[in-house]
Nanobody, 126 residues
Framework: QVQLVESGGGSVQAGGSLRLSCAAS????????MGWFRQDPGKDGEGVAA???????TDADSVKGRFTISTDSAKHTLYLQMNSLEPEDPAMYYC????????????????????WGQGTQVTVSS
């Protein structure tokens, strides 16, 4: 059974940084997309960043140059380094992993992702 568990959320001042982690277990796909999505109440959900099994990445325009997605295969962990956090960034952040569907470059479309974590909350104070 695939399980994704996020951690690292919290409260930070605008301009600050956070690193989110997503520990994966039971995930055995050799070719995959993994991604971070965010959802703020009253707003549309957004794909933030994605990475494929070859290391290619896709970033949303809203986070380019500020957020970096990466993986540590040995630790089965996905990361999202968030720098220069802005008042527009607060949301529940979810990690997700593809199943039999995957793409290169990695997709930010929710439909590609089959497995989802429970989310970690990020708040930014101005």
């Amino acid at each position: 059974q695939v399980q994704l568990v996020e951690s690292g959320g919290g409260s930070v001042q605008a301009g600050g940084s956070l690193r989110l982690s997503c520990a994966a277990s039971g995930y055995t796909y050799s070719y995959y997309n993994m991604g971070w999505f965010r959802q703020d109440p009253g707003k549309d959900g957004e794909g933030v960043a994605a990475i494929d099994s070859g290391g290619s990445t896709t970033d949303a325009d809203s986070v380019k140059g500020r957020f970096t997605i990466s993986t540590d295969s040995a630790k089965h962990t996905l990361y999202l380094q968030m720098n220069s956090l802005e008042p527009e960034d607060p949301a529940m952040y979810y990690c997700a992993a593809s199943g039999s569907r995957w793409s290169r470059p990695p997709s930010l479309a929710r439909g590609v992702y089959e497995y989802w974590g429970q989310g970690t909350q990020v708040t930014v104070s101005s």
